[in-house]
Every structure is written in C-alpha cells, then in structure tokens.
C-alpha cells in the first residue's frame, strides 16, 4: 500500500508504520535532510526513484516527490479491540460508525481513536468505505495500530456488545445528555453517524442513551472525527476523575 506527500510521509515514519521509502530524484533541501533523517532513525530504506515513476505508480503528480509503502490494512476479529482492553488493563472502549462512507473521515476517526485510547473502530460491510492508502493517509500511521473491525450488521453488534455488559452510546446534535453529563467509567462503545445524516434509526434505537457536544458558537455541528475527537476526550477525561482519590477534610 502506498500513500504520498511529505507530511504524510514524515507522520507515517514517525508512528513506526513504514516499509520503505520513495524519493524523486531532484529533491533537494530541507526535506531530503529530514527524511534521510528520519529513514536512519527508522532503519527503512530510502529509495531514490525517477519522478515519472512516481506519477505511474500513484497515478498522480500531486506527491511532492515523496512516497512511502505501508503494510496492507486488514481487519481483524470482533474480539481484538476486547483483548486490548484487556492487555492495557482499560476498561474497553470502542468507536463504531454509522454510515461513515468517505474514506478521509473514516481515516481521520481512526487517528483520533488511536492517539484518544480507544481500542477499536468497529464499521459495517454494507456502509463503510474499503482499507485504503485514502483511509492509510488520513489516520497517519494510526491504522497499524489500532484494531479495525467490520461486522455485516452493526445494530446485531451492538446489541451483542449490550449483552456482554458493554454501555452504547450514540452521538447527536439532539442528544439527551451533555457529553461531560455521563459517568463513563464503564465499558463503552461511542456510536458516530455520518455528516448529515446521523444514525439509522435502528442503530439510535438501540443506544442505551444519546450524548451531544455541547456547542457554543454559531455554527450548529461537528463533523464526524471533531465531535469523535471531543467525546473520546470528554471520555478519558470522566475516567482519570473517577481514578482520582477525592481528597479528605484533613487534606484540604
């Protein structure tokens, strides 16, 4: 799997994803320093190629004379994200997505979920877009990471996540509960629906309650990976307080 340009390059190095390495021949300067840098560091071989090359292999011109390769993305088992939590010794908590069909955004939701502390990103077959260097770029080397799971039928999932003792959460601009309003200690699954559209009507159904972000401005929403991104926080958050002592009257 390939994806290209220098930031996404660099941010792949840097998350320890990489394989190897593709440099146009003529790019010179700042960048070539930074990534022979980088490459060292890594111990992935750097690669000088022809330009044109490039342009075939990518089928584009925009790459900036930087490419990298990437293990293939694959999705792994229902279980995986259970067995991380498992191994962190964290209670479990799981992203799953509702009609999220464009791959930047599913990309950008798995970046966030990562660098957030989640465990895994569940999507359904039917509604999600394909592992792709699209979905590779865009969460920066967090995919490799991060447990990706698809199901055939995400409302069954869920009911299934309920059955084992896990909290469903959805997310709406409508929600009943502010997102700081939810005692999160518990195992969780966060439920995003797509821009626009939201969730199905099933998948809200079988929400144990529906959360919103709370917003200030004049603008009325999120888009997908910004409220993901401001929930797994506000999530973390309402779990290291619980894990925080409450001091006493003598230590006040």
């Not at 930074?34 to 750097?46: C, H, I, N, P, W």
């Not at 999220?100 to 966030?112: E, L, Q």
């Not at 865009?138 to 990471?145: D, L, M, Q, R, Y």
Request: charged share 25%; hydrophobic share 45%; proline share 5%.
């Amino acid at each position: 799997m390939l994806i290209y340009g220098r930031h996404a390059v660099t941010e792949a190095l840097a998350a320890g994803t990489v394989l190897r390495v593709f440099v146009a021949r003529g790019v010179r300067g700042a960048t070539i320093a930074e990534l022979e840098r980088l490459t060292r560091q890594a111990g992935v071989a750097l690669e000088l190629v022809a330009r044109i090359e490039l342009d075939r292999s990518l089928k584009t011109t925009a790459h900036q004379g930087v490419a990298a390769e990437l293990p293939e993305l694959r999705f792994v088992e229902p279980e995986a994200p259970f067995r991380l939590a498992e191994a962190r010794g964290e209670r479990p908590l799981l992203v799953a997505l509702d009609q999220v069909t464009d791959p930047r955004n599913y990309g950008a939701i798995v970046r966030c979920a990562e660098a957030l502390g989640a465990h895994g990103v569940i999507t359904e077959a039917r509604r999600s877009p394909p592992l792709s260097a699209t979905v590779a770029k865009a969460a920066a080397g967090a995919a490799a990471h991060l447990p990706l799971v698809q199901v055939t039928n995400l409302p069954r999932y869920l009911s299934e996540c309920k059955e084992r003792g896990v909290w469903v959460y959805g997310s709406a601009g409508d929600g009943e509960l502010a997102s700081f309003e939810v005692d999160w200690d518990r195992d969780v699954v966060l439920v995003i629906g797509a821009e626009g559209r939201g969730m199905r009507r099933l998948v809200r159904e079988t929400c144990d309650e529906v959360v919103r972000v709370p917003l200030r401005g004049r603008i009325g929403s999120l888009n997908a990976a910004a409220a993901t991104a401001v929930l797994l926080h506000d999530i973390g958050l309402g779990r290291d307080r619980a894990r925080t002592p409450r001091p006493t009257e003598d230590q006040r």
